[in-house]
């Protein structure tokens, strides 16, 4: 019995090749990565005792590097177990939970033409390029070249005209001897009840040949020159051939460029973009950034989104600046919730107002839009903007109603752990969000230096020593929870109530000293984007802080910052590093500094941040190796691999007993911008 494709490509979309051959070997701990599709084991066809049997969900494929065996599925089970084709087929349908095709004269026939009507879609993308060239495209090549378009990116696309013609095309394919009912079938021309003579669906209009996943013609969108034209953007009627919530434009070269981007690496470059319309992704792909995609025309369905898995565990959705790119940005966080798993999720690029990649990459470049992907925002994070950035919860029934909508969104998500743990990120967030109230509530109504108001202090948790009682005793650089110069009258304050874990020293004078001199971030913005900060208050503040310094462009003033953050209600985060750091002694990093010894604290502040982060992932890594090690009784690596461990612990706990960041600077030398702080200050 004959397969169609069609049938053959919905198993393998079904079932990943990795649950195939899974079934048959154990895969290496060590080499897979789980979360990008991409496993190793020892090769099931010959014998081997280090894994280089290599299989990619992504592409659906095996290969073994020792002995060269390679194939897909159906191979695969061919080959392991000696069955036929169909019996391959039938073992692999039942996995997928597909019925398989009963023997039907009819499909075979459909199937036939449907490669027929893929023949007249190429003659119609042919006949579209060659009208681009002719004289009556010449306001089409207009446009195309101020849009930046270069002959060779045209070409890629394979953009071409459809002329200002009711029967141009009709005509042109009638004279290959293509029947009307072909034509008809293919959906290039409107034909019907009621329409005496069928016409060309496409006129006066560029036309963007979509593509298959078979690199196939199977629908084309058409962008009108006249202004007055209906609709701007026309996509093909659905067909056999096209339906247009299981298609992404670029899908396949955006494949191609993503595993090619992948090899050797494992980094976010490597993911797929989706961003809104046709030119978007051209713009992109001539700037070189080639791994994006397009829904048609519409929101993204919820099929598209599984393509975009397909191709790779954390897709970034990039929207418009503008409302309508929010709102759409909203609805793709709403699509995806309820399907997120483990190493499955999305991540949102927001473009500044009023711009779209075309706009960003034709202006200025592709640097302001990798600066626009560095910064994508996790799905936890759009939810909570949504739900938390407008509002305003200044009583305890729209507090209420926050963590009641809060649940309600969260309970759509069908994976249980993943499901907790958004629980859990949500009551973080609400505490660190409702923090600055109660801090000022309680103030207002009398809480003193020692903690507690009308004895109440112990049965609140706020008795003597604040804060989890982490009074300051040093001023070292560690991590999370320890000791950051803090005095016992701060921890005990209202400043600081709210925070669960003090952060480490050198994070707060990154993030104060660029608060009080933003200057930085005007000369520094694309490093200081990328700090990534353990303390979890910190990572909420940075959220808010970079937006607001990009709205404010050549206007950045401490003013202007401050204004925005208190309105977040972070000004009491902002007093209590400022405290902080004055209390530890580093003048370096107020106000007051000058902004040259300012600069420097912040390059060592971040040094020290860097090499702390290195250090703890090599350990990281180390104890993995080791255990894998352990786990393989190769004991010959063990010994070399625990006296590395040893010596990157000592450099840790050397670094965590670093007692300044800053030597030589702020008040020592003299140079303070303004009067000199007191240490009393």
Request: with cysteine; glycine share 10%.
């Amino acid at each position: 019995m004959r397969f169609s494709n069609t049938f053959l490509d919905e198993i393998r979309d079904r079932v990943p090749i990795s649950a195939v051959i899974g079934r048959r070997v154990t895969w290496d701990r060590k080499k897979t990565n789980v979360p990008r599709g991409d496993y190793w084991a020892c090769c099931p066809f010959h014998g081997e005792k280090s894994p280089s049997f290599h299989c990619e969900d992504r592409k659906g494929r095996y290969h073994c590097f020792g002995c060269g065996v390679s194939g897909d599925h159906f191979r695969f089970m061919q080959e392991i177990e000696g069955l036929s084709f169909p019996e391959s087929v039938q073992q692999l349908a039942d996995m997928a939970g597909v019925a398989m095709p009963q023997p039907d004269v009819q499909a075979e026939r459909r199937e036939k033409e449907r490669s027929t009507l893929l023949d007249v879609m190429e003659l119609a993308t042919v006949f579209f390029q060659d009208q681009l060239q002719t004289a009556g495209g010449a306001k089409a090549r207009a446009y195309l070249r101020d849009r930046g378009l270069t002959g060779r990116t045209i070409e890629t696309f394979r953009l071409g005209y459809a002329p200002e013609s009711r029967s141009a095309l009709k005509e042109y394919l009638a004279g290959k001897g293509i029947p009307k009912d072909q034509i008809e079938a293919c959906g290039l021309v409107v034909h019907g009840e009621g329409i005496a003579v069928s016409y060309d669906r496409f006129r006066d209009r560029i036309m963007f040949p979509i593509l298959s996943s078979r690199e196939k013609v199977i629908a084309f969108g058409g962008r009108a020159m006249a202004p007055d034209a209906p609709a701007k953007y026309l996509n093909s009627n659905e067909t056999e051939l096209f339906h247009k919530g299981n298609v992404l434009y670029n899908f396949v070269r955006a494949r191609k460029a993503s595993q090619a981007l992948a090899k050797g690496r494992d980094d976010e470059s490597a993911t797929i973009i989706a961003v809104e319309g046709y030119m978007d992704v051209i713009a992109l792909h001539q700037a070189g950034v080639e791994n994006a995609v397009a829904p048609l025309g519409t929101a993204l369905t919820e099929n598209q989104l599984e393509l975009l898995w397909r191709m790779t565990p954390q897709p970034v959705l990039c929207f418009d600046g503008d409302g309508a790119g929010m709102r759409a940005a909203s609805r793709a966080a709403d699509l995806a919730l309820p399907h997120i798993k483990p190493g499955r999720t999305v991540r949102f690029a927001l473009l500044p107002d009023g711009k779209d990649p075309d706009d960003l990459v034709r202006h200025e470049g592709r640097a302001p839009f990798d600066a626009v992907m560095q910064q994508a925002r996790p799905l936890a994070e759009m939810i909570w903007m949504r739900e938390a950035g407008n509002g305003q919860f200044d009583t305890p029934e729209k507090r209420a109603e926050l963590e009641a909508r809060l649940k309600q969104i969260v309970a759509v998500i069908a994976d249980e752990n993943v499901r907790r743990h958004y629980q859990q990120d949500m009551r973080d967030r609400l505490n660190t969000f409702f923090a600055p109230v109660r801090a000022g509530r309680d103030n207002r109504q009398g809480y003193s230096d020692q903690g507690g108001f009308s004895g109440r202090g112990n049965q609140q948790g706020r008795g003597q020593g604040g804060a989890g009682g982490r009074g300051g005793q040093g001023q070292g650089f560690g991590g999370a929870g320890r000791s950051v110069g803090v005095s016992d009258r701060l921890a005990r304050s209202g400043l600081v109530r709210g925070y669960q874990d003090l952060p480490a020293l050198r994070e707060v004078v990154l993030a104060i000293t660029i608060v009080n001199h933003p200057q930085l971030l005007l000369d520094e913005y694309d490093e200081i984007a990328a700090i990534d900060f353990e303390n979890r208050d910190l990572q909420r503040f940075w959220s808010a802080m970079l937006p607001a310094a990009a709205t404010a462009g050549a206007n950045l003033s401490r003013e202007y910052l401050m204004e925005r953050l208190s309105a977040q209600g972070f000004e009491p985060l902002v007093t209590a590093l400022d405290l902080q750091v004055r209390n530890a002694r580093l003048w370096i990093a107020t106000q007051q500094a000058a902004p040259e010894d300012a600069r420097e604290g912040y390059r060592q502040a971040l040094s020290l941040h860097k090499r702390t982060k290195a250090l703890r992932f090599q350990k990281m890594e180390l104890e993995r190796e080791i255990s894998a090690a352990t786990e393989a009784g190769d004991e010959h690596n063990i010994e070399p691999l625990l006296r590395a461990l040893s010596e990157v612990q000592l450099e840790i706990v050397r670094m965590e007993n670093q007692e300044a960041i800053i030597d030589g600077f702020g008040v020592m030398s003299g140079r303070v911008k303004g009067a000199a702080v007191g240490h009393g200050s």
